[in-house]
T-cell receptor, first 114, second 112 residues
Framework: KAGVTQTPRYLIKTRGQQVTLSCSPI?????VSWYQQTPGQGLQFLFE???????NKGNFPGRFSGRQFSNSRSEMNVSTLELGDSALYLC?????????????FGQGTRLTVV | DQQVKQNSPSLSVQEGRISILNCDYT??????FLWYKKYPAEGPTFLIS?????DKNEDGRFTVFLNKSAKHLSLHIVPSQPGDSAVYFC???????????FGAGTILRVKS
């Protein structure tokens, strides 16, 4: 079956702009989580959506937002981009939200802010 | 406050020998632990997990050990192969929700 698909793979934006990243989870998976990876920081949890509802949120400013659609696809938006937002943004999907199952990651979107 | 720590940024091992990657955590509420492997330009790939009710889980060449009293887990790879060279992330979670807390990662280099 198809894996987690993230688009676009690479993106270059200017400071102050906004960006929208997309994630299509594995078919049947209803939970989608977003992570930011920067050098030396590992993966930092942004938020998790399940059945179109945000269930968990990490410690990121309000400029970072997301949503999930009825088909479980998710988008993440970052407004008023800053240089420090340059990172690899990873989306993960899993089968269920209550109780842990393995999360499957997409290849990520590499965002560069100049 | 880093709740999951991987104190070794890198590890170099000879092919065929054992690789031991370590991870410490501070949050006693964590009850599920996972290891992920990541190659450059790819997303992390799930390797192996362990529930807090166990102290060991094996899957082929990979074994994860959990010491709850020490809040420590380790990943053993035996025998190590050059293809194992990657960044290894330890992650932890509580039962509710899918918020994974990751360590900073350890770069493993397996020399042939």
């Amino acid at each position: 079956k198809a894996g987690v698909t993230q688009t676009p793979r690479y993106l270059i934006k200017t400071r102050g702009q906004q960006v929208t990243l997309s994630c299509s989870p594995i078919s049947g998976h209803r939970s989608v989580s977003w992570y930011q990876q920067t050098p030396g920081q590992g993966l930092q949890f942004l938020f998790e959506y399940f059945s179109e509802t945000q269930r968990n949120k990490g410690n990121f400013p309000g400029r970072f937002s997301g949503r999930q659609f009825s088909n479980s696809r998710s988008e993440m938006n970052v407004s008023t981009l800053e240089l420090g937002d340059s990172a690899l943004y990873l989306c993960a999907s899993s089968l269920r939200s209550q109780g842990i199952t393995e999360a499957f990651f997409g290849q990520g979107t590499r965002l560069t802010v100049v | 406050d880093q709740q999951v720590k991987q104190n070794s940024p890198s590890l170099s091992v000879q092919e065929g020998r054992i690789s031991i990657l370590n991870c410490d955590y501070t949050n006693s509420m964590f009850d599920y632990f996972l290891w992920y492997k990541k190659y450059p330009a790819e997303g992390p790939t799930f390797l192996i997990s362990i529930s807090s009710i166990k102290d060991k889980n094996e899957d082929g060449r990979f074994t994860v050990f959990l010491n709850k009293s020490a809040k420590h887990l380790s990943l053993h790879i035996v025998p190590s192969q050059p293809g194992d060279s990657a960044v290894y992330f330890c992650a932890a979670s509580v039962e509710y929700g899918n918020k994974l807390v990751f360590g900073a990662g350890t770069i493993l280099r397996v020399k042939s």
